[in-house]
């Protein structure tokens, strides 16, 4: 049973991908470059004295503020009364490697076109799937961390809190919206379209196997 399994798997992952294929690739690849001129997240804080709300935008290499970064100035001062660390880029470890780790699945995507196997694809989707979960349970620990640490000597006093990861939270006085922005669709997108690539191969037939030392 566990070898006629391991050699329908075999057989699926040496499937050659067709044009229709491959043409999502391309259009993967390049939601992943557009990914890079938008925010992956926006979080919004209004208030009644802030009736317009203060704005930031969370980019996968950078952090800013709305109105020309003044928002997140505004933001950090909030965090000062509530006892909050400042919100800073240099914190974000992770802005340093996220562009690099895109930037591979780029060429991996462009790769699995020139070499035009399954394998290639679920390869990617598999990498891609970890990544993404990876990478939202490390912002829900960093929202975490910031909303539960505060310092107890501030000048405000407020119990530790959670700020939402989607949708709307109460905070103080304070309402808060987090929300995927442009680039997390983008990213959506991507594996979107493996998906795509996966299923209008699905029924091509595998590629030849190579003929063996012995036959040669």
């Known amino acids: 049973m566990i070898d006629s399994f391991l050699l329908r798997s075999d057989r699926f992952l040496s499937r050659h991908l067709g044009l229709t294929s491959r043409i999502f690739l391309i259009i993967a690849a390049g939601c992943l470059v557009a990914s890079f001129f938008f925010p992956l997240w926006q979080i919004r804080l209004v208030a009644p004295q802030y009736s317009q709300g203060l704005d930031l935008y969370i980019y996968a290499y950078q952090l800013e503020g709305g109105r020309d970064g003044a928002d997140l100035a505004e933001i950090n001062i909030l965090n000062h009364y509530i006892g909050m660390r400042q919100i800073q880029e240099a ?3 992770e802005m340093r490697w996220m562009p690099f780790v895109l930037g591979l699945f780029i060429v991996l995507s462009l790769r699995a076109v020139v070499f035009g196997r399954m394998g290639n694809v679920v390869d990617i989707f598999t990498l891609f799937l970890y990544f993404g979960l990876f990478s939202m349970v490390n912002f829900y620990y960093r929202m975490y961390t910031f909303g539960t640490r505060l310092d107890p000597k501030a000048p405000m006093t407020i119990e530790p809190f959670v700020p939402t990861l989607i949708g709307q939270n109460k905070i103080a006085n304070f309402t808060q919206y987090s929300y ?32 063996s030392a012995e036959k040669r």
Do not use: Q, T
């Open 91 to 93: 914190d974000f470890v």
């Open 180 to 211: 995927p922005h442009i680039a997390s669709y983008c990213l959506a997108g991507f594996a979107l379209c493996l998906i795509l690539a996966m299923v209008f191969s699905r029924k091509k037939k595998s590629a030849a196997p190579r003929p």
